[in-house]
T-cell receptor
Framework: GENVEQHPSTLSVQEGDSAVIKCTYS??????FPWYKQELGKGPQLIID?????GEKKDQRIAVTLNKTAKHFSLHITETQPEDSAVYFC???????????FGRGTSLIVHP | DTAVSQTPKYLVTQMGNDKSIKCEQN?????MYWYKQDSKKFLKIMFS???????INETVPNRFSPKSPDKAHLNLHINSLELGDSAVYFC??????????????FGPGTRLTVL
C-alpha cells in the first residue's frame, strides 16, 4: 500500500508565527492530498485539500503546496492563533482506491 | 445536526465481554469506514463498506465484525474484548463516487476502555 511520512511529530510556536508541516510519499499514482485537523475529543475534520493538477491552494491563513516531482506536500498556517492548537494529519489517495493513507499526525501547540 | 453520529461516546467494559458501537450518517454517502486511533494518535483503517458491501478488511481480527443494515448505518461488533482493543474508534463516510479521493467525514469517536 501507499506510505506517507509526516514531520514533525510535534511543533511548538508562538502566537503569530507561521507553522509548516510536511508529508512525503512514495506512490506516484497518488493524486488527492487532504489535510485534517483533530481537536481534543473530536474526530478529524478536513481543513484543506489539493489535487495533483494544482501546485498550491490557499484558504485564508491556510495553504497547501504540492511538489509531485519530489513527492511531497506541505501545510502552511500563517499568523497562528491558540485555537489552531490541534493534531494535524496529512492523507493521500489514488484513483480507484477506497483506502486513504494517513500520516502519523503532528501535534501543533500555539503559545499565546 | 451532526452529519456522522456514533453511540456510545464512551464505553468501559471488562475483558472477554462483547460490545457494539453504532454509526449513522445522514449525508447520503455511499461509502463508510471504521478507523481505530491508538494512544499515539495513529489512525488505522479497519473496514470500508460501499453501498452495504464490504470493500476492505484491513487484517483485523475476526473478533471484529462490521454490519451494514443499510447504506446509512455501519455498526461495529466486537467479541471477546481484549486489553489491546482499548482505543478511540471513529466511523467515517465519504460520497464514494471518487473512492478515497473525497473528503472523509468523521464521527465524534467512541472511546473504548477494556479493563
Amino acid at each position: 500500500g501507499e506510505n506517507v511520512e509526516q514531520h514533525p511529530s510535534t511543533l511548538s510556536v508562538q502566537e503569530g508565527d507561521s507553522a509548516v508541516i510536511k508529508c512525503t510519499y512514495s506512490d506516484s499514482a497518488s493524486n488527492y492530498f487532504p489535510w485534517y485537523k483533530q481537536e481534543l475529543g473530536k474526530g478529524p475534520q478536513l481543513i484543506i485539500d489539493i489535487r495533483s493538477n494544482v501546485g498550491e491552494k490557499k484558504d485564508q491563513r491556510i495553504a497547501v503546496t504540492l511538489n509531485k516531482t519530489a513527492k511531497h506536500f506541505s501545510l502552511h498556517i500563517t499568523e497562528t492563533q491558540p485555537e489552531d492548537s490541534a493534531v494535524y494529519f496529512c492523507a493521500l489517495a489514488s484513483g480507484g482506491s477506497y483506502i486513504p493513507t494517513f500520516g502519523r499526525g503532528t501535534s501543533l501547540i500555539v503559545h499565546p | 445536526d451532526t452529519a456522522v453520529s456514533q453511540t456510545p461516546k464512551y464505553l468501559v467494559t471488562q475483558m472477554g465481554n462483547d460490545k457494539s458501537i453504532k454509526c449513522e450518517q445522514n449525508l447520503g454517502h455511499d461509502t463508510m469506514y471504521w478507523y481505530k486511533q491508538d494512544s499515539k494518535k495513529f489512525l488505522k483503517i479497519m473496514f470500508s463498506y460501499n453501498n452495504k458491501e464490504l470493500i476492505i478488511n484491513e487484517t483485523v481480527p475476526n473478533r471484529f465484525s462490521p454490519k451494514s443494515p443499510d447504506k446509512a448505518h455501519l455498526n461495529l461488533h466486537i467479541n471477546s474484548l481484549e486489553l489491546g482493543d482499548s482505543a478511540v474508534y471513529f466511523c467515517a463516510s465519504n460520497p464514494g463516487s471518487g473512492g478515497a479521493q473525497d473528503t472523509q467525514y468523521f464521527g465524534p469517536g467512541t472511546r473504548l476502555t477494556v479493563l
